[in-house]
Each structure stands twice: as C-alpha cells, then as structure tokens.
C-alpha cells in the first residue's frame, strides 16, 4: 500500500473552521499534520448565512449553551461574535503555520460548505471542525454530553481512518497512521464489508506501522457511521471521493459525528 | 624551728626505677579497659548511665585531654550493646491534614522495610490501576453510563426536536448558543418570507417558537442533573475498580504487618485515599504543563522527582537501625540546632519554595532516641539556640521538628508540622569545669536537666598500683594507635614525664593526650631508627623535640638576660635587691624567669607602696601578698609604735601584668634587707609566698623556675655558690631536670628549702636572723635587730618632726 503521506511533495491543506471549542481541536489536528516549509496553510471561516437570515427575525431568540437563559438574537452582536471566532481561528491557524514555517492564508467565507468546498479543489488535505450552524444535528445534540467526558477519556480516543474502495483510500490510511504515531492514540480502521479485499493489505500496512493499538472493522455499509460514532473517534480521516470534496457525503459525516475530518485527496 | 635545708639531689627527683616494673615491653601487658585511678568519675557516669528518671543527664567535666570523651565512649557503648534496640521512626503522609505529618515506631530495622514494602505497592498499583482502567469491563461500563446519558439527552432533545419540526420550527447553533428558526424544508424562513405569511401564520410561528424554546429550555436544564449523576455513577465505579486493582496488595501488606497496629491503620488509610485520588496512578508525562517543565526546578534523582504516587504514600523512614544491634550511642560533632533536632528541607518548584513530609530530616536525637546522645559542651553552647533547643527537647521529652524561624516566630510561611516523637534519650555534656560551673550558677534550668556530674581528676595519686596500671594504660595506647610498644625504660621514663606534667612528684598528670602525643613522636624516633620497639631513647628525643618546638619565647627572654639588657644579677651583693622568680605559660609549655625585684625605704607613714598595683599592673592576689608585708612588719618590728616609713616595691623591666603572690617572700626579703642595709648575694633566687606570721608557703611552678634561674646561672658559668630557695611545701612537687640535678650533684648549684623569712634571710645575707629575747628584743648583730632599730629611728625621727613648730598634729 501507498506510504502514509508522500512527504516530498509540497500540501495544500485547508482547514475549515466553524467557530468554537472545535476549531481549537482542529488545530491540534493541523499541528501533527503539518511538518514541513513547503507544506501551505489555507484557513477558512464558515459563516452560516441561515443564522444572518435568521437574527433578522423580530422575535428570534437564542438559549444560552451554558446559562440556558434566553435573550433575543441580534444582527450586530452575531457579527461581533462571528468575528471573535473567527480572530481566534486565524490566530490559531497563523501559529500551526509559523511553528512549522509554512505559507498561510486565511478568509472567512458566508455561505454553505458546499460554495466553500468548491473554490477549493486544488487541496490536498482538507480538515474539517464540527459542524454548526444550519440545522443542529445529533453533534450538537451530544455536545452536553461531551461535557462529561473526562480528560482521560478524551486522550484514550482513538483515530478513525474510514477506508471507503476508492483510490484516494490508502493515502487516507496513511494520513491516519501519521497522525495515530504523532498524538499517540490508537487507530481503528473501518472497511466497508464490499471493500474487504484490501483486508490483508491494509493489515499489512498496520503491522509494517508498528502502532502500539491498531484494529481492522469490516462493517455493513449501512451500518458504517453508526459503528464510527460508536468508537468516538478523535479524528477521521477519509479519502476524498473520485470528484473531490463531495459536500453531501463529507455533510452527512459532519452532522452525524462530533470529531474533526480530515478529507485526504 | 629547724635551719634552712639544702635539698640533696634525691629531693629534687623522684624517678620510676625500671626495675620496679616487671615486663621488658608494653605488649606483654593486658589492656587496660578502664581509666587510672577515675573512680570518682567512672562511677557517676556508670550512675547516670543507668538512672532512667527525667534530668538524670550527665555532665562529664574536667580538663581537656583526660581521657573523658574515651571512657565515656568506652562504657555507653559496652552498656547500649546489653540493651534493646531502638524503635525506627517513619514519617507517614496525614491524608486528612497534609502539613501535619504522621509518625510511626517501628521495631529496629523495620521502617526501612516498610518504605520498600509501600514503594513496591505504589509500583504495582501504577501498573494495577491503569490496568484495571483499561480493562475491558471497565471500559464498557464507563461507557455504557456515557452511553446512557448521551441517549438520555439525545431522547430528549430528540423529542423537542421532532415537536419543533411538527411545527415547523428548527433548531439551529449559533456562536455562544441555540436558536430557533421556522423552516420551510431544510431551509430557515427569511425575514421577507416571513412577512408575506398571514398574519394568524405569522402569530402561531411567534408562539410556537417561544414554546419550542421553553421546552429545550427545559431539557437543557435537566442536563446538568444528568450529567452529575452520570459523574457519581462513574465515581463508584472507579472506586470498585480502584478497590479491585489495589485490594490484594493493600491486604497482603496488612497481614504482614499485622503485628503493628499504626501500620495496619495506615495501610487502611491508604486504601481509602487511593480510591479518592486515583488519577494519581493513572496520569501521565502528558500532564505536566509547559510550565511545570520549565521553571519545575525538579532535578534528576531528586526526591520531588516521584511520581505524585510516591509523594503521597511514600514513607520517610526518618530513623533506619536496620542492621545495628543494641541501644544506639550518637557522637554528635557538630551539634548546630539543626543536627540536633533535624529539619525540613525545601526544594524549588515553579519558583516557590515546598516541601513535604519526604523532606523531613532526622537530627542527632532523632538517631540516639533510645539511647545515648554524645555532644562537647562547648561546641553546643557555640552553637546559636542549640542548648536551648536541646533543653526544650528534653524537658517536654518530645521532639519537635520546626524550622528556627518557626520556633522563633521570624517567619510567618505555610510549613510542615510533623507530629511529635516521643523521646527517650541519655545525653551526655563533655565540658571543661569552668562551663560546668557556669552553666550551674546562670541556668536555672541546668541543674534539672543534668543531675549527674562526672568529674575527672587532673591527676592521679603515684601509687605503686597506679603505677603499674600508668604502664598498662601506656600500652593500651600504644596498641590502639598503631605504634610500637614501650620498653620499661621508656615506660619509666614516660611516667616521670606524667609526675612533671602534674607538676608534683608524688603525682600523675590524668591528661592522657599530651602523653599519648610524646608516645607518637617517639614511635616516629623509633621508626627512623629502625627499631621494633621505643626505648627511653626515642621518649628522650620526643621530649626534647617538644621543649625545642615550643622554646622560642623562653630562648629570647634568656637571650635578653644574659645580654644584660634584662637586668638580673647572678653574683655580687645589693642592698635591697633580689632575684624573684616568675612562672610562664606560653600555649602548652611553661617556663619560669628569674626577675629583680627592688625595695627602697624612707621616713613615711607606715605605707608600704606596690609600684605594680600603683600602675594598675599587679592583680588582686599580688596585692594582698604586699599587704601581708605591711602587716608582718608591723607586728614584727613596730608593735608598739606605728610604722613610720614609706617603702616602695617595683619588679623591675616589667611591662605586663603581674598576679600571684608567689614572689611575697622575695618581696620581703628586699624590704627587709633594704630596711636592714644588709646586702642581699645576687647567687641566689628566691621563690614562695609568706603569710602574716613570716612563714614560707608553697607556690606553684617550682621546677620550672629553679630551671629558669638555673639556666641563666649556668649560660653565665656556675660558681658554685648559685641556688634558690624554695617553700619546704613545694619538696614534693620537683621533678627537675636531669641539668640541674646534676650541677647540684657536682656541689654547683643549690636548692634551698625554706620554712620562714628569716631562714631566707640568713641564707641571702649572710646575717643571722636572730630570735627575740624574754624582753621581745633582737640580739644585736642580727638582722631583726637592724630593722627594729631602723624602724625605731623613723619613728622617732617622725615623733621629732611632728613636734616642730607649723607641722600638724
């Protein structure tokens, strides 16, 4: 199988923030990727324009996450806020680049992922936060839940690599192998049942790693998200589809789990 | 009353014959486990040794060199060896107050055991632990409760969720929160869409948005209460786990130390804080934070380096008798406040100072608790707060470990406050007299404390017994400091050295330092020579080796004499002039230096004046000898009229202080010789100091003063007629040298021993005293009458002038 990443050729990596506790995770994901000068760093800020729409309303309100208390929502203050977020996702991004020496760039872009996703096609790496904004999925529905995971649990979580039979499949598993050796958790790798032939190699590949933990899942496709959300991965990867970024299927992983993506081409 | 005595040589030495000591060298003799003739010492110690009351603490006193430190060191370690063994002391974390440690006995050597037996359970326990965590059991457990909030907050959510949809309102995130939006599809509604909705649309969107978000509202409250729930359901679940993993290692420890109660509680202890602070075993390098690398202060083998584990359940073990047998007997050499009642230790960490119960160190009565504690008395008293500390120790019999600036309120910093020890200890003061009888008459609180004084004599009778222990002590010596033994000869001669040392014949110098000393040079003499054993030869060299290091001062002063710039006469006659002698003591050698002291007589009012008290050079003592002149002159020659002269009484070329009154007699002896006009023969010198009544009493130094004049009688070639004159008391005490003993043989020089002033006086002028007649009067042609008919002319010469018109009354 392919090596992990093919470490001579110069990475375009975007990294797409959606604001929150998130983006901070999705940067300590950028870090372990990123090594190298040549490597560049494009950022994007994913401003929800539903919610802009949505503050518009006379009687719109908003509930605390913490407090639970409610209070109207306001144009101005979602700007504000907005721009917090996207500051700290910027300095965040700016600092992973200048640890590593790598190029950097960085833009906020209101729309959906899809008009996100298709201005960039030249990347290499995607990395992609928890979803928010549009309609709260059962991510959000778990975040209070998260809150009692504990820090231990949290450092035991391994890395999933979703082996899907498509060509971008083994650099994926590279890119998961990479990152399970730098943070030091384990990795699970899930095979659909219809792409089981790559079992013994993908074994191989794992054994030649040498990962401390390192597990094969062949699972039922239907079944094959519930089976990733049941692991609590701390970071996917996946290969990017024969067209690139498909936003539906990239969507769907977003809403349903509550890690960062990273999407390898 | 008997004449002046001229000393025959035998008077002037009382040797050790060889032959009276029935061995050829030192190794044929046994060894002697005891000190000469120290039973006045020996059994005070043996009596404070061995009374357990409070106070009953020992004061071992006496000159230094006499053999204290090695008796005392001798019978505790020969008692202590018959006793049991102290307890070891381990110094335990308090899990309900940290900065109040806790503290164990142990049976001797145990503590040590249990340090590595809790070191090894920490061990297993890490590996336990993080196991037992890992295992799969565990995991699905923890993660079924995970489980179960996440689809108890996802049903409820859920369930709002899908009454908001039915009404066609979404939930949507937001930067710092949720909201709600009505959807057309998947779509929120816009504001323009919004408006073109009818009005009664418009109004039950409003509504139901705001019940949507009452009910999410309500959900989300009840989130907490879920999530504390699952918290306290994961909590016991660790316990159970916690209690698993460290069960068997905790029980098999506390069979094994079932025997010690304190320890079985401990252990106890230690079983419930694991299960509360399990995390400790189970954390990793990850945990420490950048900061903690950087300014962590935490050096490599230092003991903050443990792990936190180790640092919460390790074990101090403050005092280890792992391998000893017996009470302990502790010879503390550096008793400063800390060596004696230990101390916490600090290390940096983050910048700060901290410390904990690891740090706590054990002092010197920490380590003799149970036994025996030996500190010199005067090093502790050196030392700032130490005899305090230690008075305080044994007083509320507990030991107290606080920093100085604790004890004494000088800082105000969180620290440790390690839980007292019991202490029951024996210690024994080394200590010259003078601080012993300081100690007595300023601290009140000294008598209590030290009950028991052993006092060691200076010197020893020179018996024929202690004699032959002297040779047995001798080859003791020998044997323990690895040198060559002594012939009989040498032995003897050693002996007669211990005699002069005391400065009496009849006598033995206790100090056994300087003597063992001599032994080692003349085992140096012995080894050049090539000799297996050290003859008088070898002693002789030693001693004269010592006398030639130490001479230089008495060599100068000498040279001065004999170079006429000291002014003293060895011949010819003076009126009112006579050689005194002066004894030195420079370090440890002592000489003595002949001084010419002077009198001159006029007319006066009866007042004999000391130039040296005059000038404030004279002491007290001195002072009082020429008062008793004053008084013996005029009981003697004026008692039935006042004395009416003016006297005065100088040493000449003297420029330091003067004190004693062993010069008195010579002081008399010039006086009255100055009273008389008869001239005093410069041959001779006189030592001794006289009493009211004219009679010659002992002074001390005699040898090294009849040497002192000796030597410069001869420098300047002896006539034969040289000698001084000693008090009768101090016959016994010579020990001179084999110089003198031998002009004396020859008939070229004298010793004298003298009862009163008028033998003196006889012998220095030539004049015989004469005794008073039944009318109280001098036969003429003596010199008792020239004085009295003297003394008579300036009384009446002063009765004339007091009758002269203008003199007053």
């Excluded at chain 2, 019940?211 to 989130?223: F, N, P, W, Y």
């Excluded at chain 2, 090294?704 to 004049?709: D, N, T």
Aim: with cysteine; net charge negative; aromatic share 6%.
């Amino acid at each position: 199988m392919t090596p992990a990443i093919d470490e001579k050729t110069p990475r375009r990596i975007v990294v797409v923030f959606g604001g929150g506790t998130a983006d901070a995770r999705i940067a300590g994901v950028l870090a372990s990727l990123v090594s190298r000068r040549e490597d560049e760093l494009a950022g994007v800020f994913l401003e929800d324009r539903g919610l802009f729409r949505l503050a518009e309303l006379p009687f719109a309100l908003e509930l605390s996450r913490v407090t639970t208390t409610s209070r109207p929502l306001m144009t101005r203050e979602l700007e504000r806020q907005m721009k917090v977020q996207a500051l700290r996702a910027e300095r965040a991004l700016r600092d992973v680049a200048e640890r590593a020496g790598s190029a950097w760039s960085f833009q906020r872009h209101r729309g959906r992922l899809a008009s996100a996703l298709a201005s960039l096609r030249d990347a290499d790496l995607l990395l992609l936060g928890a979803l928010r904004g549009a309609l709260a999925s059962s991510s959000e529905r778990g975040a209070t839940a998260s809150l009692f995971r504990s820090r231990e649990a949290e450092r035991t979580r391994p890395v999933a690599v979703l082996c899907d039979p498509i060509e971008s499949s083994d650099r994926a598993l590279g890119a998961g192998i990479r990152l399970a050796e730098k943070t030091g958790r384990g990795l699970i790798v899930f095979l659909p049942v219809d792409a089981s032939a790559s079992f013994h190699e993908i074994q191989r590949t794992l054994q030649s790693a040498q990962l401390p933990r390192a597990a094969i899942r062949a699972v039922e496709r239907a079944a094959l998200l519930g089976s990733v959300r049941r692991a609590a991965p701390a970071i996917l990867v996946v290969g990017a589809g024969e067209t690139g970024f498909e936003e539906p299927r990239i969507g769907v992983l977003q809403k349903e789990l509550r890690c960062p993506i990273v999407v390898v081409r | 009353m008997s004449g002046p005595r001229e000393l025959p040589v035998a008077a002037l030495y009382r040797s050790c014959d060889p032959r009276t000591l029935d061995f050829e060298t030192t190794e044929e003799l046994p060894d002697l486990d005891h000190l000469v003739a120290q039973n006045r010492a020996t059994q005070a110690i043996q009596l404070g040794a061995s009374i357990a009351q409070k106070g009953y603490n020992l004061f071992v006193l006496g000159q230094e060199g006499t053999g204290r430190h090695t008796l005392v060191k001798q019978y505790l370690e020969q008692k202590a060896a018959q006793e049991k063994p102290a307890s070891d002391w381990c110094y335990l974390n308090n899990f309900d107050e940290s900065r109040k440690p806790d503290v164990i006995p142990l049976p001797s050597g145990r503590g040590r055991a249990l340090a590595e037996d809790m070191a090894q359970l920490i061990d297993d326990a890490r590996a336990a632990i993080p196991a037992a965590f890992e295992s799969e059991d565990y995991r699905t457990r923890r993660e079924s409760i995970e489980s179960e909030l996440q689809e108890e907050q996802e049903a409820a959510f859920e369930e709002v969720s899908k009454r908001a949809k039915e009404r066609g309102i979404g939930i949507i995130q937001t930067p710092t929160g949720i909201a709600f939006a009505p959807i057309r599809g998947d779509e929120a509604l816009g504001p323009e869409e919004f408006n073109q909705l009818p009005d009664e649309e418009r109004e039950r969107i409003v509504k139901e948005t705001e019940e949507v978000g009452k009910e999410l509202q309500a959900v989300m409250r009840q989130a907490p209460k879920r999530v504390r729930e699952a918290r306290r359901r994961v909590r016991e679940l660790d316990r159970e786990i916690a209690l698993w993993a460290v069960g068997s290692l905790i029980e098999e420890l506390t069979q094994k130390y079932a025997a010690h109660e304190p320890v079985v509680a401990y252990l106890q202890r230690v079983s419930e804080d694991i299960v509360g602070n399990i995390g400790l075993f189970r954390s990793s390098p990850e945990d420490r934070s950048p900061m903690q690398e950087l300014f962590g202060g935490l050096i490599p083998g230092d003991q903050t380096r443990e792990s936190p584990a180790t640092q919460r359940y390790g074990v101090n073990v403050l005092v280890d008798h792992e391998g000893t047998t017996g009470a302990p007997v502790v010879f503390e050499d550096n008793p400063t406040f800390q060596q004696l009642l230990g101390r916490i230790e600090y290390v940096s960490q983050m910048g700060a100072l901290v410390t904990n119960f690891l740090l706590v160190k054990a002092g010197a009565l920490h380590q003799a608790n149970g036994g025996y504690l030996v500190v010199d008395a005067r090093k502790l008293l050196s030392q700032p707060f130490a005899y305090d500390g230690l008075k305080r120790a044994l007083q509320s019999r507990e030991l107290r470990i606080e920093s100085l600036g604790q004890a004494y309120s000088l800082v105000s910093t969180v620290s440790l406050e390690p839980a007292p020890i019991p202490l029951s200890v024996k210690v024994v003061l080394i200590g010259e007299r003078l601080l012993y009888y300081l100690l007595q008459s300023l601290d009140p609180e000294f008598s209590t404390l030290f009950k028991v004084a052993a006092d060691f004599d200076d010197e020893v009778d020179r018996s024929e017994e202690n004699t032959q222990l002297y040779a047995r002590l001798l080859g003791t010596l020998a044997k323990r400091n690895s040198l060559r033994p002594l012939d009989r000869f040498a032995v003897a001669r050693i002996i007669e050295e211990g005699a002069r040392e005391a400065g009496d014949g009849e006598k033995l110098s206790a100090r056994i330092r300087p003597v063992t000393d001599v032994m080692r040079e003349a085992d140096f003499w012995a080894q050049k020579a090539g000799a297996d054993v050290i003859g008088i030869g070898e002693v002789e060299e030693a001693l004269a080796g010592r006398v030639q290091r130490n001479s230089r001062i008495r060599d100068r002063v000498q040279e001065e004499i004999l170079r006429e710039t000291l002014l003293i006469d060895t011949a010819g006659k003076q009126v009112g002039q006579v050689n005194g002698l002066a004894a030195l003591q420079i370090g440890e050698f002592r000489f003595g230096r002949p001084t010419r002291i002077t009198a001159r007589v006029s007319l006066g009012s009866g007042k004999v004046v000391d130039i040296e008290r005059e000038v404030e050079l004279g002491g007290p003592i001195h002072s009082k000898g020429v008062f008793i002149l004053s008084a013996y002159l005029a009981a003697t020659y004026s008692s039935d009229e006042p004395l009416s002269l003016a006297a005065s009484l100088v040493f000449e070329q003297s420029y330091g202080g003067i004190e004693g009154d062993s010069a008195s007699c010579a002081e008399l002896c010039a006086l009255l010789s100055a009273l008389a006009g008869a001239p005093i023969d410069q041959s001779f010198a006189i030592t001794g100091s006289v009493n009211q009544r004219g009679e010659v009493q002992a002074i001390g130094g005699a040898n090294e003063k009849i040497e002192g004049f000796f030597d410069i009688c001869r420098a300047r070639g002896l006539s034969g007629s040289q000698g001084v004159l000693i008090p009768t008391s101090n016959v016994k005490h010579l020990m001179l040298r084999e110089d003198v003993r031998e002009a004396v043989e020859q008939g070229q020089f004298h010793v004298y021993a003298i009862d009163d002033v008028d033998q003196a006086m006889e012998i220095l002028t030539g004049v015989p005293a004469g005794r008073p007649g039944p009318d109280g009067a001098f036969p003429e042609g003596t010199y008792n009458h020239r004085v009295r008919a003297r003394l008579a002319d300036f009384a009446t010469k002063r009765r004339e002038l007091g009758k002269e018109p203008g003199a007053g009354p």
